[in-house]
């Protein structure tokens, strides 16, 4: 980024500075400990995360997904907001929904029973588990969008396509005394929804 007080205006030096904090090299896989780090606010920065995972950069897409995954790895969010941060300077950014997008699903095994792992659009890997939960929120379009804890208090938006795959996995589970239809990877039971309402919309789809 900048010298302490003074606002990165460039990508040039934004990823200058942050493979300095990351030690990252192109394609590297470098996390630095951004929540311990609490730098002076420096103002906001004219980069965009949309809602499709895209990266814009002064309204034009960042299409070096090397350099997209480089400014992901010093995201942070405070108080629903997202910013870039380093240990000298934190600059914010928006982001239309989430930052991240989970875009590949795999199923697998462990000690715990079915494990299911998704693939990020920066290409990281989140075990779906106990810390790192699914959530669902009502989509606009109807249905429900689900939502996958990547790290600290930032998500990743799991396509519609791996929605449709998550309802086929779908089961049903008493939950607090209540029927609910919903996904269980590592031991865990993430609920959907109400299992009546889910039911209902089933049949309303095959009639």
Known sequence: MAK???????????TVAAREVTGATPGGKGLPPVHLWNPPFCGDLDMRIASDGTWFYMGTPIGRPALVRLFSTILKREDGKHFLVTPVEKVGIRVDDAPFLAVEMQKDK??????????????????C?????LRFESAAEGGLTPYLHVRADLWAKVTRALYYDLVD??????????????????G????????????????????
């Open 4 to 14: 302490q007080g003074q606002t990165t205006t460039n990508l040039e030096g934004l």
């Open 110 to 127: 462990d000690d715990r029973g079915t494990l299911l792992r998704f693939r990020t659009n920066v290409d990281d890997w989140i075990d």
């Open 129 to 133: 588990d106990a810390a790192h939960r």
């Open 169 to 186: 996995m779908g089961e049903e589970r008493m939950v607090d005394g209540q029927e609910m239809f919903g996904i269980e990877s590592a």
């Open 188 to 207: 865990e039971f993430f609920a959907m929804a109400d299992a009546e309402q889910v039911r209902a919309a089933l049949e309303r789809t095959d009639s």
